[in-house]
C-alpha cells in the first residue's frame, strides 16, 4: 500500500428497510442455504438505489453500491452529498462499527472516529475515565493517556465538570471533550462526521486549527464530512461527491464544490409552476420582488405576494416560509403573523392574498432560495408545501467596505410586516 492508509475496494452495503424482525430468520436461512450451495447471496439481486424521495418497490436499498478510492498518509479528504448519499455510512464501515456487504477496506495504523454526539462514551463514566476508556480502545498505555491528559483537559475547555459524568453533560460539552480525546490521542487516521456542527464558533475555530495541525504538522490523515462548504474548502485538499449510495465525482476540491453547487442549484425552481392540488387548501400563486431578476442586495427589501385558494372556510390557517442556502440548511425561518380575523376573513373560503415586506434583508453573500408551508398548527393538518422555489443570489454591493464579510452581521432579518386580505 506504500504511502496509502486507506484502500477501499468495490465497496457496497445493502439494508433491509421496514420492520426488521419480521422474517429475518428466513431471510438468514435462504441465504445460509444459497452459500452452502455455493450460489449468490440472493437477495443482492433485488436491492434499489437508495434514493430516500421515492418509494421503492423492493425492501432492500443499497445504501452504498461500488465504491473505490484510496487515500494517502497526511491527506485530508472531504466527503460532500445531501442528507441520505451514504456518507456516515462510509464511515460507519471505515471505522469499523458496521461490515460492508460486499467489498473490503484496508486500513494502515489506528482509527479514532467521531461519527456522532458521544461517540464512544459511556455516560455513566466521568470525562476524565472516559478519556481513559477511549486512550485505551485505541490500544495507549495508561501512561501515554495521562501524558496527554491535561492538554486534552484544556483544550476541550471542560476542566470544571471533568470529574462530572458525561450523561449530565451538554451536547456541546460533550463533542468538546471527545473531539479533544479524538485529536490528542495520536491515531494516525482521524474520521470526524459532522460533529462540529453542535459546537460553538470559538470552539469550531480551534477544532479547524488542530484538524490543520495533526494533517500537515504531523502527518495524520484526516476524513472529514461536513454540510459546511466553507470548512470543506478551507481544511481539504480533496473531496469525494456521494449521490445515492455511489461516488459521482472525486477530486480537487474547489472543483468538487463547484460541481456539486451546480447540482443544486439545477433541481431548485426558479420561477414558481401553477400544479394541480390535490388537497381543498392550497398555493395558487407566489410572486418575489427583489433588486433586480435572482438578484438581492445585502440589507435591501423584499416583497412577496402569496395567492391561497381554499374550498373549506379559513380555520387556524397559518403560512410560513423560509430560506435556505445551497446545502438546504434553513437560515431563516418564519411564521408569517397573519390575522385571518381581523381581516373579516376568518370563516370564509375562496381566494386570499398575504403580502409580506422584508424592509432589510442581510444575507451572506452567496444563493439561496425559498420554501413556503401552509398550515393547521392547532389540527397539525400541512395542507401545503414548496420546499424549493425562486433560486436568488445575494450581492454585497459597496456595502462590503462597510460591514466587510463578517457573518454576524449577516443571516438578520427583522421588522417583517404582513396583511391579508380577500380577492
Keep these: 500500500m506504500s504511502d496509502t492508509v486507506i484502500k477501499v475496494e468495490n465497496l457496497s452495503k445493502q439494508y433491509r428497510l421496514g420492520n426488521v424482525g419480521l422474517g429475518s430468520l428466513g431471510h438468514d436461512l435462504n441465504r445460509w442455504w444459497y452459500n452452502v450451495r455455493g450460489r449468490e447471496d440472493p437477495y443482492l439481486k433485488i436491492g434499489e438505489e437508495n434514493d430516500r424521495t421515492t418509494k421503492g418497490l423492493s425492501e432492500y436499498v443499497w445504501a452504498l453500491r461500488d465504491i473505490n478510492f484510496e487515500v494517502k498518509q497526511g491527506e485530508v479528504l472531504g466527503i460532500i452529498g445531501r442528507n441520505g448519499a451514504g456518507k456516515s455510512t462510509l464511515l460507519k464501515i471505515l471505522s469499523r462499527t458496521t461490515t460492508p456487504t460486499t467489498g473490503q477496506v484496508k486500513i494502515k495504523g489506528r482509527v479514532a472516529s467521531l461519527l456522532e454526539v458521544g461517540t464512544g462514551f459511556h455516560p455513566e463514566l466521568t470525562g476524565r475515565e472516559n478519556i481513559f476508556?477511549?486512550?485505551?480502545?485505541?490500544?495507549?498505555?495508561?501512561?501515554?493517556?495521562?501524558?496527554?491528559?491535561d492538554e486534552i483537559i484544556d483544550f476541550a475547555g471542560v476542566e470544571r465538570y471533568i470529574d462530572t459524568p458525561v450523561k449530565r453533560y451538554s451536547s456541546g460539552m460533550y463533542v468538546r471533550l471527545a473531539f479533544a480525546v479524538a485529536a490528542h490521542l495520536d491515531p494516525e487516521i482521524l474520521i470526524f462526521d459532522e460533529v462540529l456542527a453542535v459546537g460553538d464558533a470559538e470552539f469550531q475555530k480551534k477544532a479547524m486549527g488542530k484538524m490543520r495541525e495533526v494533517s500537515y504538522g504531523e502527518g495524520r490523515t484526516v476524513l472529514f464530512v461536513s454540510h459546511n462548504l466553507d470548512a470543506i474548502k478551507n481544511l481539504c485538499d480533496r473531496s469525494l461527491i456521494m449521490e445515492k449510495g455511489i461516488i459521482s465525482f472525486n477530486g480537487e476540491t474547489e472543483k468538487s464544490l463547484n460541481i456539486y453547487l451546480s447540482k443544486q442549484t439545477s433541481t431548485i425552481s426558479k420561477d414558481f409552476q401553477l400544479k394541480k392540488k390535490v388537497g381543498s387548501t392550497y398555493f395558487k400563486d407566489i410572486k418575489i420582488k427583489m433588486n433586480g431578476d435572482h438578484i438581492l442586495y445585502f440589507n435591501n427589501p423584499v416583497t412577496i405576494e402569496i395567492l391561497i385558494f381554499s374550498e373549506n372556510v379559513v380555520r387556524n390557517l397559518e403560512c410560513s416560509f423560509q430560506i435556505f442556502d445551497l446545502e438546504g440548511q434553513a437560515i431563516v425561518y418564519?411564521?408569517?403573523?397573519?390575522?385571518?380575523?381581523m381581516a373579516g376573513i376568518l370563516g370564509k373560503k375562496g381566494t386570499f392574498q398575504i403580502t409580506i415586506c422584508i424592509p432589510n434583508v442581510r444575507l451572506y453573500k452567496g444563493e439561496y432560495y425559498f420554501g413556503f408551508n401552509l398550515a393547521d398548527p392547532r389540527g397539525k393538518v400541512v395542507y401545503d408545501t414548496i420546499p424549493e422555489f425562486y433560486l436568488f443570489e445575494v450581492n454585497m454591493g459597496d456595502l462590503i467596505n462597510e460591514f466587510g464579510w463578517r457573518k454576524d452581521v449577516c443571516k438578520y432579518i427583522e421588522n417583517i410586516k404582513t396583511s391579508v386580505e380577500a380577492v
Excluded at 476508556?133 to 491528559?149: C, D, F, R, W, Y
Design 334 to 341: 418564519n411564521w408569517i403573523s397573519t390575522s385571518f380575523e
Design 133 to 149: 476508556l477511549n486512550g485505551a480502545i485505541l490500544g495507549m498505555t495508561k501512561q501515554e493517556i495521562k501524558s496527554k491528559l
